[in-house]
């Protein structure tokens, strides 16, 4: 199984650095060199960490090159999700309902592997809540793993216990 991302490993600098039009991200395209020394002053990790990371995105198929431009692929988007994605107001919650039939064990067990990535909590066996607003998140991975008839995602509010 695979560790989930720290919120502050390298890679997860470099890939939040690669948000379109973020000044990171504009750095990358026209002073490469600059990009790893900024991100260096914002991190803890040093430049040649960074690098390595940013060379283990694009193995991974996170990150393409392409014309001296630098993009995230859907891939990299899905793993920063947890990362760059807004906290529910109040005391709401998202939650994800899911019950995938027996014979697709290999589909639940991806899914509840995303929910996991994404730093949701689970409540009961197929009940998992987060208080970050990933519903677009859920939704297209929902739809790209064909499971929409099987999964119900919500808004709630936990009145007890607090």
């Known amino acids: 199984m695979k560790k989930p991302l ?3 490993s390298p890679l997860v600098y470099v890939l939040v650095g690669l948000i379109p039009y973020s000044k990171p991200n504009l750095l990358l395209a026209y002073k490469p060199s ?3 020394r900024e991100l260096e002053k914002a991190s803890r990790y040093k430049q040649a960490a960074l ?3 940013y060379w ?3 193995q ?3 990150i393409k090159q392409k014309n001296n431009l630098v993009k995230l692929t859907e891939k990299g988007r899905r793993k920063i999700a947890p990362f760059v ?3 529910l ?3 709401v919650n998202l939650m ?3 019950d995938i039939p027996e014979d697709r064990i290999d589909t639940r067990r991806t899914f509840r592997q995303v929910l996991k990535e994404w730093n949701f909590k689970q409540v009961q066996k197929s009940v998992w809540v987060t208080g970050k607003d990933l519903r677009d998140g859920v939704v297209e991975v929902v739809n790209e793993m064909g499971i929409s008839d099987h999964v119900q995602v919500y808004e709630s509010v936990r009145h007890y216990p607090k």
């Open 6 to 8: 720290r919120e502050r």
């Open 34 to 36: 600059l990009f790893f």
């Open 51 to 53: 690098k390595g990371a």
């Open 56 to 58: 283990r995105a694009q």
């Open 60 to 62: 991974q198929g996170l």
């Open 85 to 87: 994605a807004t906290e």
């Open 89 to 91: 107001k109040g005391n």
């Open 96 to 98: 994800v309902i899911f």
